[in-house]
């Protein structure tokens, strides 16, 4: 009996962990291909003075090692006058920060932009102090998403 209520348990947990990383993300349709998608996003972070660290081309990976993957895109960004704080509240954001904002076609070949939430980041750690840093966070994500993913 104790068995089959662990694992009725295990499944509860396992069925439950994908809709609560639900609200996780955000995830923006783009007007344009990836490769424009996160041309523009990199455009706009570069002229709010944001570092781009790293632009990764998961299907151009890919396809040298001859696996066909639709368009992907990954932008790793930060800006330490945003990142810093969150990082004295609790060093481990380190694991999330830089920012990371992927791009990708789908199956139907609609463009997604998408992002964590600044929000959830702290929540992970457990920062609770930095609340004006979250929204301002937020905020810019959002306005960077806009320009990057609009006609």
Same mark, same amino acid.
């Given at each position: &009996? ?15 962990? #994908? ?26 972070? $570069? ?7 790293? $632009? ?7 396809? /040298?090692? @001859? ?17 810093? #704080?969150?990082?004295?509240?609790? #060093?481990?954001?380190?694991? +999330?920060?830089? &920012? ?5 076609? +789908?199956? +139907? ?12 980041? =702290? @929540? ?7 609340? =004006?840093?979250?929204?301002? &966070? ?11 993913? /609009? #006609?």
């Amino acid at each position: &009996m104790k068995l089959s209520a662990s694992i009725v348990l295990l499944l509860a947990l396992v069925l439950q962990t #994908p809709l609560a990383g639900a609200g996780s993300f955000v995830v923006t349709r783009s007007a344009h291909d990836v490769n424009e998608t996160i041309n523009r996003l990199e455009a706009s972070l $570069r002229a709010k003075g944001v570092t781009v660290f790293a $632009r990764i081309d998961h299907a151009g990976n890919a396809q /040298r090692v @001859g696996v066909a993957l639709r368009p992907v895109q990954l932008l790793i960004f930060g800006n330490p006058k945003l990142g810093s #704080p969150l990082l004295e509240s609790n #060093p481990m954001v380190g694991l +999330d920060l830089p &920012m990371k904002a992927l791009a990708w076609e +789908d199956a +139907d070949g609609e463009v997604w932009l998408g992002y964590t939430a600044a929000a959830t980041i =702290a @929540g992970r750690y457990r920062i609770e102090d930095r609340a =004006a840093v979250i929204g301002k &966070m937020t905020g810019a994500l959002k306005n960077f998403t806009a320009a990057a993913t /609009r #006609p």
